[in-house]
């Protein structure tokens, strides 16, 4: 059976690939179970990664959403991240001859978040000529998943229903403080009551 490639392909790996990055960035130290039985973990080899192995990688991921990181440190992860794995399932590339193409291994988790990353700082750099403009740390205390990526460079909250409560809240608040001391000045300085 001959297979073939499809440019469909592409973009349910990148969608696929932003999940993933996503989802290892705010895994909490025990969430391991829940991250494994999600369905887009299906083709990743979990038998490859222990749950220390995850959390090493957890904490490596996040470093890109840190702007205090170098440049260096975040580079040397990448790199490390596209080196061959220690079983050839695990090889970061996968030939396809067909089309002329190498392709990234869906089942090497490394080289599927080094793709996404780099995605991710691709869109910063065309749209806003920055690496970071698109890695996004939530601003409301309370979040359950901090790390997220922007649809827009200007965003603050992640946009779950908690983060957005609390975004208008405070906005409401800041509109309330700056409109209310206004006119109380100006009914003051009136006589108005």
Not at 2 to 16: H, L
Request: net charge positive.
């Amino acid at each position: 059976m001959a297979s073939t490639d499809t440019d469909d392909d592409c973009v349910i790996d990148s969608r696929w690939r932003l999940i993933l990055l996503y989802e290892l960035a705010n895994l909490v130290d025990t969430g391991m179970g829940k991250f494994w039985r999600s369905d887009v973990r299906k083709k990743l080899l979990r038998h490859y990664l222990s749950d220390d192995d995850l959390l090493s990688l957890r904490g490596e991921v996040q470093k890109f959403w840190n702007p205090n990181v170098p440049l260096d440190e975040k580079n040397a992860v990448l790199a490390a991240w596209l080196r061959p794995g220690p079983v050839p399932e695990l090889n970061p590339f996968l030939p396809k001859f067909k089309s002329g193409a190498m392709q990234t291994n869906p089942s090497n988790i490394r080289v599927t978040l080094a793709v996404a990353i780099l995605y991710v700082a691709q869109i910063g750099c065309a749209k806003a000529h920055s690496l970071m403009a698109f890695f996004g740390y939530c601003e409301n205390p309370d979040c359950a998943a901090r790390y997220f990526i922007k649809m827009r460079r200007t965003d603050k909250y992640c946009g779950s229903e908690d983060c957005k409560t609390y975004a208008s809240t405070k906005r409401q608040g800041k509109w309330w403080r700056n409109s209310r001391s206004k006119s109380a000045r100006e009914r003051h300085r009136t006589g108005k009551r």
